[in-house]
């Protein structure tokens, strides 16, 4: 078994990688199983609308799971196929950056943040182009911005403090490739506002194939009451003085303090030892990101996506001056980035690079 380079949680449990490609986790992945279950009726209907942007696209590949009825909260390890992609080997198409701007709107739509750059997956899925995030337990988490789904470049939250930062998983487009089409930032935004339509028009179908796919089996999504990076520094330095009693009690036997929530139940837990998990005092308001109870892209996301797109792809060497795709145009300026979609005219201030 390799050991992956995984935050420990949980009394010192990592994600760890077998010879015959599995990963396997300390914790339920039925998550990921929405999202890659090869029998998962939310996967296939999402690739059934994905399919009316790109015909011969696939959004979100099939992965195999080795426990089947996973009915348990528990920390017993369970086992996922590795998803293995191939560099691109070619360059890149406007479809390529359709289907990145429909995976941005499908994670808005169902609030699945902490898609940074190690999260990230970027190349071929036996032969087809994918873009995804491969950890997703922070599903149904309320979006208040969309700097929160880790996708985008921003200046000043990330703890590296680098203008050079390439933490975002956007990023994983500029260390794919020097060169990219001048028309990249409006044919994501293009891919991004398309899927967002269907996904809004069918929310209600969406909703049912989401509770189709759990079959009664416990969803556990983790809550966030502090960034990992915080904790870190505190384990560093043993300051634990702005932290709550449960997170104190996890950082002190050595871990990034975890919590989580299971669907359908408002109290958020953590595990109070190896087999029993207790209420945390906190609730899920409390936490960084709300928990969402319905899937949604409201009009104010939807902006704030297409400027951080524009925004976050602005690379060097190879940069854009200006892209137009269909009714969709971005001009770089020199201290602005301005996108004009349909009746919109939005400005975000250029980043540094």
């Not at 182009?129 to 880790?150: K, M, N, R, W, Y």
Request: aromatic share 12%; charged share 20%; hydrophobic share 40%.
């Amino acid at each position: 078994m390799l050991e992956l380079d995984s935050d420990l949680h949980n009394f010192g449990r990592r994600t760890f990688l077998s010879t015959q490609g599995r990963i396997t986790k300390h914790r339920s992945l039925m998550a990921e199983y929405i999202f890659f279950g090869s029998d998962s009726s939310f996967r296939q209907h999402i690739n059934r609308l994905f399919a009316q942007i790109c015909p011969r696209g696939i959004l979100l590949p099939a992965l195999e799971f080795y426990a089947p009825r996973d009915t348990t909260v528990s920390l017993a390890p369970r086992e996922m196929q590795q998803l293995i992609l191939a560099p691109m080997g070619r360059a890149f198409r406007s479809s390529d950056y359709h289907q990145i701007g429909a995976y941005i709107a499908l994670s808005a739509f169902i609030g699945l943040n902490d898609s940074h750059r190690h999260n990230i997956m970027l190349g071929l899925h036996d032969g087809a182009f994918t873009f995804v995030s491969v950890d997703c337990e922070t599903v149904l988490s309320d979006i208040p911005h969309a700097i929160a789904l880790g996708l985008f470049r921003h200046d000043s939250n990330c703890p590296c403090k680098s203008k050079y930062c390439f933490h975002y998983g956007l990023s994983a487009l500029k260390l794919a490739a020097d060169e990219h089409l001048p028309s990249m930032p409006t044919d994501i935004i293009w891919g991004h506002q398309a899927m967002r339509r269907l996904l809004l028009e069918h929310q209600e179908l969406l909703t049912e194939q989401f509770v189709k796919t759990l079959n009664n089996q416990p969803l556990v999504f983790r809550k966030l009451y502090n960034f990992t990076y915080a904790y870190f520094k505190a384990l560093t330095t043993k300051d634990y003085t702005d932290f709550c009693d449960e997170e104190i009690l996890q950082m002190e036997r050595g871990d990034i303090p975890y919590f989580f929530q299971i669907y359908g139940d408002s109290d958020v837990y953590y595990w109070r030892n190896e087999t029993v998990y207790a209420r945390h005092s906190k609730g899920p308001d409390e936490s960084l990101f709300k928990t969402r109870t319905t899937f949604e892209h409201t009009h104010i996301l939807d902006s704030q996506i297409m400027l951080h797109i524009a925004a976050s792809v602005d690379f060097w060497p190879g940069r854009i001056s200006q892209s137009v795709t269909e009714d969709i145009r971005v001009v770089y300026k020199k201290d602005s980035v301005v996108v004009m979609c349909a009746d919109q005219v939005l400005t975000h201030p250029r980043m540094p690079l």
